[in-house]
């Protein structure tokens, strides 16, 4: 009878961090956070003053206090009565930023704001298909099972001609996506192309939840993929995994691909199988320093465990893998880590843009800084071109023979 797991608060003051491309957002109560991104601040500023809350902003927040050896003030001073449009904002902000030479601090529109925050609940209002700009056509390319999209009987290939009667020839990606998605049970019809064939489907739009994380088990050795650590749903979704396999005798965690995502997420996790110790250091402004400890729980993962990554697993991956490296609970396969050790912080600013600011840096338990250094596996296994070509997976094919051998050692 398979063993059911029940979600804890492990967060240790640690509440939401995002990620967008290889970034840590840090968005929460422990000594060096206040603010949450579930707030949106729909205040109206002109763009003068928008602006001036983002230079006063980034001087209070920002992580370097010379700010990259720079009087911070000659940017309010330069550009001063000079915003007048919501793109001039956007444009002083960002051009303020790139003099602090931080690839990972920027200012976030309306739009990428709310993208954030869709990215976090991981859930989107739509029918659940994936579209690509082809040449012009947009094509159909996944259909999310269980969603209105496969119930309509949508299929990869199809392409989109129009939505509620409007043709999108000559539109933008972003511009058909907007139309296809819209509040839950509304109706939205889509004139589709199947071959030589013209469709109309009519379908109600309901809420799509997006999982990060896979689980199956071969042979008694348990295999779970996290593709991202974004999404607020990653606890329970590891839980269902975690009950998923709990009839293997080992577990293999594939963290490749894996860019990053929620600070609290990697911490939950890593609590799963550390049971006491610091699991992460976070090192703040003019290097006021915060320990996130391991909590007591009533769940502990005591199977051997490989953890599978490579040069795009990043961020609060790293924390995650970088804990279970330091304490020895388990060996790590693959290729070095990207090397992505700064945390950013999500500011909501007013007319509903926001900030991304670098506010820390974090240290392994061992205390091991890996910004641009990365975290070296414990054995390196390349992903060949051979593998490409024959469809195989030399990387995972290795994990399972290591795992192998560590389970009847521990069967002797």
């Not at 795992?403 to 521990?410: A, C, I, R, T």
């Amino acid at each position: 009878m398979k063993r059911r797991f029940t979600v804890l608060i492990l967060t240790a003051g640690i509440a939401l961090i995002l990620h967008a491309g290889h970034s840590i957002y840090l968005v929460n109560k422990n000594p060096l956070i206040s603010d949450t991104i579930q707030t949106v601040d729909k205040r109206e500023f002109s763009p003068q003053k928008l602006f001036e809350k983002n230079w006063q902003t980034i001087k209070n927040e920002y992580y370097d206090s010379t700010f990259n050896h720079q009087h911070w003030s000659r940017w309010k001073n330069h550009y001063q009565n000079k915003i007048k449009t919501a793109d001039d904002v956007k444009v002083a902000t960002e051009t303020m930023l790139a003099s602090l030479n931080d690839q990972y601090s920027r200012f976030l529109t309306k739009d990428e704001f709310s993208k954030q925050r869709t990215d976090i609940t991981s859930k989107i209002y739509g029918i659940g298909v994936s579209i690509v700009n082809d040449g012009g056509k947009f094509r159909i390319i996944n259909v999310l099972e269980q969603t209105p999209a496969q119930f309509a009987d949508l299929r990869n290939d199809d392409i989109i001609l129009a939505v509620n009667g409007k043709e999108i020839n000559g539109f933008s990606l972003s511009q058909v996506s907007g139309l296809v998605k819209g509040a839950p049970n509304t109706l939205v019809s889509l004139d589709i192309l199947r071959g030589n064939t013209k469709l109309t489907k009519q379908i109600i739009r309901k809420e799509i939840a997006l999982k990060s994380i896979k689980s199956s088990v071969e042979d008694e050795i348990g295999y779970i993929q996290i593709s991202s650590f974004i999404s607020s749903t990653v606890p329970n979704e590891f839980l269902e995994a975690l009950e998923n396999t709990s009839e293997s005798k080992g577990l293999i965690i594939d963290l490749r691909g894996n860019t990053g995502g929620l600070l609290s997420n990697a911490v939950f996790i890593a609590n799963l199988f550390i049971d006491e110790g610091k699991l992460v250091s976070i090192v703040g402004r003019n290097g006021y320093r915060y320990d996130v400890m391991a909590q007591d729980k009533n769940v502990s993962i005591k199977k051997p465990v490989i953890i599978l990554v490579d040069g795009t697993s990043a961020s609060a991956t790293e924390i995650f893998a970088g804990a279970m490296k330091d304490y020895h609970r388990a060996k790590l396969v693959g290729t070095k880590t990207y090397g992505k050790g700064m945390v950013q912080k999500i500011i909501p600013m007013p007319n509903e843009t926001g900030l991304n600011l670098t506010i820390a840096k974090y240290l392994t338990p061992h205390g091991a800084d890996i910004h641009k250094r990365g975290i070296s596996p414990d054995l390196r296994v390349n992903f060949t071109k051979r593998d490409l070509e024959t469809r195989t997976d030399s990387q995972l094919e290795k994990a399972k023979d290591i795992l192998n051998k560590m389970l009847v050692s521990k069967a002797q």
